[in-house]
């Protein structure tokens, strides 16, 4: 989550993020000149795929599994735990033998 902090004349959003060397989380602040942007940069840090624009259009839950590990399996697990999960929900789930 992202907060905005005023700061004489100016806003920061003030939020952390993760450091992929390290994996130590760090505060970054960024400022804006006005409330209205820095408003605008806090609603993309809380819900990316609103900030790209894209409407998903999940119908099913197959659909549903295979967005979710688009947008965060491919990114934030390992491979073995990647395909350990995508075989998972290929068997239990979608009902592929």
Do not use: C
Not at 53 to 81: C, N, Q, V
């Amino acid at each position: 989550m992202a907060s905005i902090v005023k700061r004489g004349n100016s806003y920061s959003v003030v939020y952390y993020h993760q450091n992929n060397a390290g994996g130590a989380k760090k505060q970054k602040w960024e400022t804006f000149h006005s409330l209205q942007q820095a408003q605008e940069r806090k609603d993309e840090l809380e819900n990316p795929i609103a900030f790209l624009g894209l409407a998903p259009h999940i119908r099913t839950l197959r659909e549903l599994l295979d967005e979710y590990i688009r947008l965060h399996g491919k990114t934030r697990w390992s491979f073995s735990m990647y395909s350990g999960y995508t075989s998972l929900i290929k068997r239990y789930i979608n009902g592929a033998a």
